[in-house]
């Protein structure tokens, strides 16, 4: 049994959520398993170098996420997420590292992909085209699809190396927030590594949640240990509005 947290009427929490909690789901991550997603290192499938090198084959890994993603199902620390959000409303705000819909399909809606989606793709130029929602399932072996301009689409991930997505509204949200919630993240991910202590600069509550203690775990007040979702579902107890 965890000691409940206590979340203040006019508190405003943001939620940091990581590899972890979709690996609560069953989706592999690349730092569990020795720096390998199925069979592929980071190098070979996740940087702006790998897509110019050998463009089919991080088009056939991506092809095979959407697969794995779709086999998934949410688990209770999403479900809990979203309730927290219910309670809160506008108070709320949550930033995953995760490129996968588990958040959506658990409910979540103010939230942002900080590293992209999984389901949206990009032209790869500047051609003006903005992203778009893609829900197909390619085959693993089909052809990358072209822009009307003429280029490749692309996923819509932020590779190692990019700038991850929205990061002024992200920034914003920290200044504000009271309380910043990190779930299932290594602490070893820049920029979102360093949230925490853009947190306590602002004076917030910070508290980790996970199985294991992450690399920043100084950084926290509290730090619960445990699965994300075994811990979040009766973690906080929301103060009602007088």
């Known amino acids: 049994m965890y000691p409940k947290i206590e979340i203040g009427s006019t508190d405003r929490v943001f939620v ?17 398993n020795g720096g390998l997603w199925n069979g592929y290192r980071v190098e ?3 940087t702006p170098e790998a897509w110019e090198e050998d463009a089919e084959r991080v088009w056939r890994f991506y092809a095979m996420r959407r697969r794995d993603a779709l086999q998934c199902q949410p688990n209770p620390a999403h479900i809990a997420l979203a309730e927290l959000e ?8 949550l930033c995953t590292q ?3 819909p588990l958040h959506e399909r658990g409910g979540s809606t103010r939230l942002i992909h900080m590293h992209g989606e999984l389901f949206r793709s990009r032209c790869e130029s500047d051609c003006g085209r903005a992203d778009f929602r893609d829900e197909g399932i390619y085959e693993i072996e089909a052809d990358i699809p072209r822009c009307a301009c003429g280029a490749r689409i692309r996923p819509h991930i932020v590779w190692f190396g990019e700038i991850p997505l929205e990061m ?8 504000r927030c009271t309380m910043l ?13 360093s949230f925490v202590q853009q947190a306590r600069r602002s004076g917030a509550r910070t508290v980790y949640v996970g199985p294991e203690r992450p690399s920043n775990a100084g950084m926290f007040t509290d ?7 075994e811990v979040l579902p009766s973690l906080f107890r929301v103060s009602k509005s007088s």
Do not use: Y
Not at 86 to 93: A, H, I, P, S, V
Not at 181 to 193: F, I, L
């Open 16 to 32: 940091l959520t990581g590899a972890g909690v979709s690996a609560e789901s069953g989706l592999p991550t690349f730092r569990d």
């Open 44 to 46: 070979e499938v996740a």
């Open 86 to 93: 219910r309670q809160l409303g506008e108070r709320f705000f």
């Open 98 to 100: 995760n490129v996968d």
């Open 168 to 175: 002024d509204r992200i920034f914003e949200e920290l200044d």
């Open 181 to 193: 919630v990190v779930v299932g993240s290594s602490g070893t991910v820049h920029p979102a590594a």
């Open 223 to 229: 730090v619960v240990l445990g699965k994300a979702g």
